[in-house]
């Protein structure tokens, strides 16, 4: 999901000086030692990739920040393959429900949204990732995504003026608004998946991915400028219509992250 995850970061710069520039790769050995003191986390994935190499191919060293987070991100993807888990940001890992791939396909609620969002083009419209056809691949956005943002977070310290600002929490609201209105979706109309939600590994993995999509989410929202479509994704999270079936399988009402829709964090859009 390498290509459909730069589309969508390169959509979402701002300015971007570095995006043609040639590669280099006399960064990495300094990067991985950034990584290292500012995310331990994120440091304990590049750990257990096997493949060093494979990972290095996602940094840039124009714009570390983005190139470690990415990496971060898409070496999730691997691991969680590996591993038939998803791989938490504390070390957890929860076993992959397979049964979820029973369900209705994702693409189902593109039309809930805007058909020309980088990320529901990218991650819901048909043809497009392997989540816009099974809610498995949704959770494994959700997971990486979560790693992106609290990665991209932790290694603020690396950024340059001159690298031009990255909408980092973009990615995660809007895997997050597509997984609430999903089981909103399944508790309308959709009785099977509704039902098989509730059973107790699909559930139990839903909230514990969600529940650490919250933290991710919330870490960021100190950042101002790291968002640029994310005040819709938000709004959308926190509008108690769109939160019910939700709430009802995480057992409380999501978190609204308000600080993310300060006017502080507003007034650089
Ligand atoms: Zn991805």
Known sequence: MRRVLFAAMLASLAYCPAASAAPRSDCHAQATRDLQRLSPQGHAIYSAMTDKKLFFTWIGCDDVQLGLSTAVHESV?????????????????????????????PKEIAGRFERDDIYVKTYLLPGAASS?????YLLDELNAYSHDLSSAVKLVPLHKPGNGEVAHRDGLSALMSFVMSYVDAAREKKPAT??????????????????????????????????????????????????????ELLGRAPACPRDCLSPGTAALR
């Open 77 to 105: 993807h691997i691991l969680t393959e590996k591993n038939d888990g998803f791989l938490l940001i504390d070390g957890g890992l929860v076993r992959r429900p397979h049964e979820v791939s029973k369900f209705f396909p």
């Open 194 to 247: 509704w039902s098989g939600l509730q059973r107790p590994e699909p559930r139990k993995a839903l909230q514990t991915l969600w529940g650490q999509a919250e933290t991710a989410l919330a870490s960021s929202c100190t950042q101002p400028a790291f968002g640029r479509k994310d005040h819709v994704y938000i709004g959308f999270m926190c509008e108690a219509k769109n939160n019910r079936a939700l709430s």
């Open 132 to 136: 816009a056809d099974d809610f498995l």
